[in-house]
């Protein structure tokens, strides 16, 4: 079929009554959950994942991808309002969507970020149109080895390109790929590390280590650091959110930019929307004639860096879609779905599952659109979920985490696991080692197994397989570079914190936790 066809058959699957009650009720409680601050995206799928397992495998992603681009939408309502980022991609939006707030204009803030969100999206999902069945067509050419070098640089990418430590992000992958290798050998029928657990031979859920590493940890850490807001509601009603004509002048290319640096890194594996918007506000500040009204409430800081996390978010599926590769840990629990669903993915997705594929996209086009339409009427609402109290929001949470554990699996077996690696999730905070590539080593490792020993039968063992195919070599060589790149910008920071941390006291007060992450991530 040609493009137009496909198109076509997209918004056919897309505007299906099922398909768009899923795809109002994703974007409904990605609103939500990104409304609420300590929660976030990977915690929201990873706690609603269950609800997936009794739907077609498109539907199934059209409702888990509302999710992920609706927390980054309602994320921004906490940054503007409490100064809290809902995800780590808004965090950046405090640093002058809360100035915005004080100054009584967070309808105005609230309001031009959800237009930049619908900006930015939409330009990611042009992108994701156009571009990936082109790479599909070029990875099929791929064969194990290439699809080993190319897992082997996600990982690698993922563990030092991230925040915090290059070497913690690689013990981190590591431990994924061992907790991947729980159960019996699909080839051999080998028992592997099941301790003689019956329960064990299938394997460690998925949704057991996502819920308990993102939901249960996210929740024992910010119980004690969040708390309900004091919001002045006059400030948020429809008439406080119209923007003056300077506001709207002076967003349309920091949107435009935004856009188009977001569209770039979300296709990285490990950058993904909080370092497009963190390096979207560090340009915008750099190229600005007033570079001292940032960080004032300058309307270019909160729409760049929304217009870029949201571009970001929509072209995170470009090497998850036409390589069967995920960039972030996000990625990796909708590669998850497909297979969970008996959808193999990889280039030849697009030809063998062509209504889910461009059902998926056309379904980005009505989920930005609900978005769009919830967020601006119902800015209030948004506001008044911020006021409940969060020693009566997290229990029912956890009470629901519990109950997608048991009734993914009808195993009690599933709940003991998710306490087990919720303890493990908060320990890995504790002591600043990054969860995401451990579900990403989970993920990749067993298809990272099944290409490596696919290579080696076919290479008769020649480990020099993997360079002296060109495709392979080189991205062998860049997994390298990242790799050296990767610890020592690490090192280097840890150098510049620790002299940072021992230089004297300047007298000024010492700002806030995302304020200081935000700094951090635009120098």
């Excluded at 888990?64 to 809902?86: E, K, R, V």
């Amino acid at each position: 079929m040609d493009f137009f066809s496909n198109l076509a058959l997209g918004l056919g699957v897309a505007f299906t009554l099922q398909n768009l009650f899923y795809c109002f009720l994703g974007a409904l409680l990605g609103t939500l959950v990104g409304v609420i601050p300590g929660l976030g995206v990977l915690a929201a799928i990873s706690m609603l994942f269950p609800l997936t397992f009794h739907l077609e495998p498109t539907t199934a992603l059209i409702m888990l991808a509302g999710i992920w681009y609706g927390t980054t939408y309602g994320g921004s309502t906490a940054s503007i309002l409490l100064n809290l980022p809902g995800t780590p991609a808004n965090a950046v939006t405090c640093l002058d969507g809360y100035p915005m707030a004080k100054q009584g204009r967070g309808g105005i803030a609230l309001f031009m970020t959800t237009v930049a969100s619908f900006f930015g999206a939409s330009f990611g999902i042009i992108l994701l149109t156009l571009f990936t069945p082109i790479i599909a067509d070029y990875a099929l050419r791929f064969g194990s080895a290439e699809y080993f070098a190319l897992m082997l640089m996600g990982l690698v990418a993922s563990s030092t390109i991230s925040e915090g430590s290059a070497i913690k992000g690689l013990a981190s992958v590591t431990i994924g790929i061992v907790i991947g290798l729980v159960g019996m050998d699909t080839q051999t029928a080998t028992v592997r590390f099941a301790f003689g657990n019956l329960g064990l031979l299938e394997g460690v859920s998925l949704i057991a280590l996502a819920m308990g590493v993102f939901g249960v940890a996210e929740i024992i850490m910010s119980v004690r650091r969040v708390s309900a807001a004091d919001i002045d509601p006059e400030s948020v009603k429809l008439k406080a959110i119209v923007p003056t004509r300077d506001d709207v002048r002076r967003s349309w290319f920091p949107m435009l930019r935004g856009a188009s640096m977001g569209s770039f890194f979300g296709t990285l594996p490990g950058t993904g929307p909080s370092i497009a918007a963190f390096l979207s506000y560090a340009v915008e500040k750099r190229i600005s004639k007033t570079p001292e009204r940032f960080g004032n409430g300058a309307i270019e800081g909160i729409m760049g860096p929304e217009s870029a996390n949201n571009a970001a978010d929509q072209t995170a599926f470009i090497p998850t879609l036409s390589l069967g590769v995920p960039g972030s840990a996000t990625m990796a629990l909708m590669l998850g779905v497909l297979m969970i669903h008996g959808v193999a993915p990889g280039p030849n997705l697009i030809s063998t599952e062509p209504e889910l594929f461009w059902g998926l996209i056309m379904s980005f086009w009505v989920g930005n659109i609900i978005l769009l339409l919830l967020n601006i009427p119902l800015i209030g609402l948004w506001v008044r979920m911020l006021t409940i109290p969060y020693h009566l929001l997290y229990p029912a949470v956890l009470m629901f985490i519990c109950i997608g554990a048991y009734t993914s699996g009808f195993s009690p077996l599933n709940i003991w696991m998710v306490a087990a690696f919720g303890a493990l999730g908060y320990a890995m905070r504790i002591f600043r080692f990054p969860g995401a590539p451990l579900l990403l080593g989970f993920v990749l490792g067993p298809l990272m197994e099944e290409h490596f020993r696919r290579a080696m039968v076919l290479a008769r063992g020649d480990f020099t397989v993997f360079f002296e195919r060109p495709i392979s070599a080189v991205i062998m060589a860049i997994t390298g570079l990242v790799l050296i790149w990767g610890v020592w910008s690490s090192e280097a920071l840890r150098n510049k914190r620790r002299a940072r941390a021992q230089a004297p006291e300047t007298g000024r007060g010492a700002p806030g936790q995302a304020e200081e992450e935000a700094r951090e991530g635009t120098n």
